[in-house]
């Protein structure tokens, strides 16, 4: 990733470029390492799903969503990684950007939902997203 050169005014700072294969590769480590240590606590492993968008579809893109059911800790837990991309960026993210009206887009993330099968623990729930216009 390569930054501006130094704003004199912190507002001002933006990402030239990004490196968003390394982004897939580090969400999609971070997917795997979350979903083997809590394997590991439950005793119970993940099935695996991967999935890709349909031709015609507004966004495409690939993912893989991972899902461990009736676990001895968890009743169900859910840990996906998505990366999609769009032909224009959603105007609520350019709202305060309106230069990148239009722009495509590229996303990723990785998204957690935990339900622990004892009612006292709480529910997980958890995103870590990139966007990015292309």
């Not at 800790?73 to 009206?101: M, Y």
Request: hydrophobic share 40%; charged share 15%; glycine share 10%.
């Amino acid at each position: 990733m390569t930054l501006a050169t130094e704003p004199s005014n912190p507002e001002e700072l933006y990402l030239h470029t990004v490196d968003l294969p390394g982004v897939r590769t580090f969400l999609l480590g971070l997917q795997q390492r979350i979903a083997g240590a809590i394997a590991a606590l439950d005793g119970i492993p993940f099935v695996s799903d991967q999935w890709q968008k349909e031709p015609g579809e507004p966004l495409q893109g690939n993912g893989i969503t991972q899902i461990l059911e009736q676990g001895n800790v968890f009743e169900r837990a859910g840990c996906g990684f998505s990366h999609v991309r769009g032909p224009k960026l959603p105007p609520s993210a350019t709202q305060h950007r309106p230069e990148l009206a239009g722009a495509p887009f590229e996303a990723m993330g990785v998204s957690l939902v935990f339900h622990p099968r004892n009612p006292y623990v709480p529910t997980v729930h958890m995103n870590v997203r990139m966007l990015a216009a292309t």
